[in-house]
């Protein structure tokens, strides 16, 4: 199944540095919601939904415009951008995905969020942010998510069309190289696996054209070929780390 709850696990495991377990907030604020129970990701709504308005679950289509800074610091802005993507897709970090699972199409929300939920012990660099001030290791951030979309249910990989198959392949590639540049090569093998199986197999790509079934050739080629470059350095990984203890016991 290519759709699983955001949980934080696919943008990588519980960091090991100690970080905030909980988003601070500020005297007097108020109408600030506590979807998880653990006060590790706030929500508050600014602009109402109508009542009726559809609610996104796994596998709904959305679109999102997000706007992100680093929490209390609104001038160290992370990113100002829009989404039409699926949930589950990985398109939308965790933290963010979550906030998206509680609101209603037309509505506009705050969400504060601790740095498991977001960009964890890593961060950000300083070139990637629009503030050109990074996110520090551990920061939690806030971001104003305006939900302005909620469509169909994406589609399995056995009843795609081939244009499908390329669309959501694509987009499960692009989110193994982001695991994979942030060195998360557990979550870069399941996204990877994830899109060969939207990709499928040539046998269902005929009488699409020559330019989508070389497009779709290509794509499954790419997977493959970053699968087994990530699996080989997770396995050299593993055997470097056996070899340390070996060395520790002896």
Request: with cysteine; hydrophobic share 35%; charged share 25%.
């Amino acid at each position: 199944d290519s759709r699983e709850m955001a949980d934080g696990t696919e943008q990588g495991e519980t960091p090991a540095m100690e970080a905030p377990a909980t988003v601070d907030l500020t005297s007097g604020e108020e109408g600030w919601k506590d979807p998880l129970g653990s006060g590790a990701l706030i929500i508050k709504t600014i602009t109402n939904p109508k009542p009726d308005a559809p609610r996104p679950n796994m596998g709904h289509q959305v679109k999102v415009d997000l706007k992100g800074w680093v929490c209390g610091k609104p001038e160290e802005l992370i990113e100002e951008k829009s989404h039409d993507c699926y949930i589950g897709d990985g398109t939308l970090m965790a933290g963010i995905e979550l906030g998206v699972r509680t609101m209603r199409s037309g509505e506009i929300a705050l969400v504060r969020m601790v740095s498991r939920f977001a960009f964890q012990e890593e961060g950000l660099p300083a070139e990637e942010t629009l503030s050109g001030r990074g996110v520090p290791p551990g920061s939690s951030v806030e971001y104003r998510i305006s939900l302005t979309y909620v469509g169909d249910i994406m589609p399995s990989p056995e009843t795609m069309t081939p244009p499908q198959r390329f669309q959501f392949g694509f987009r499960r590639k692009q989110s193994g190289n982001v695991k994979y540049k942030s060195k998360k090569f557990d979550a870069a093998i399941k996204a990877y696996e994830r899109g060969l199986a939207c990709v499928g197999n040539p046998k269902q790509w005929k009488g699409e054209g020559k330019v989508l079934e070389g497009k779709l050739r290509k794509l499954y080629i790419d997977l493959q070929n970053n699968n087994v470059n990530v699996n080989t350095i997770n396995i050299i990984s593993i055997l470097l780390i056996v070899l340390v203890l070996i060395g520790i016991r002896g």
